[in-house]
């Protein structure tokens, strides 16, 4: 159940921050509204998922999905673009958070 809160925590934040730059600044109600409520809603889930997941752990689950994530949401739906030396910044990241996920931490 923790990993089920956890990803719905990542999905919420992924939903949060797509309504925030649709938003323009707060000044959109609707995308405002959505980003608050999906703000809300992660952060729950994931207070609930830590009463049983390693906080380093889930938070470096939750940082790295998050940050690839938002990369491609940016990239497909906003037409942002990446450069190579962005884009191989993100994959250490994304690396770091594997390499955390499989041996930083002690159960």
Not at 18 to 42: D, N, V
Not at 55 to 74: C, Q, R
Request: proline content about 2%.
């Amino acid at each position: 159940m923790a990993y089920f809160l956890m990803f719905f925590a990542i999905a919420m934040e992924l939903t949060g921050t797509t309504f925030l730059k649709m938003s323009h600044g707060f000044t959109l109600i609707l995308p405002t509204a959505g980003c608050l409520i999906s703000y809300g809603l992660c952060f729950f889930s994931f207070s609930r998922a830590l009463t049983s997941l390693n906080l380093a752990l889930a938070y470096a689950t939750w940082s790295g999905v998050g940050i690839l994530a938002t990369t491609l949401i940016s990239w497909f739906f906003f037409s942002e673009k990446l450069t190579p030396t962005g884009i191989f910044a993100i994959l250490l990241i994304v690396a770091g958070c594997v390499l955390l996920n499989l041996f930083g931490t002690k159960a």
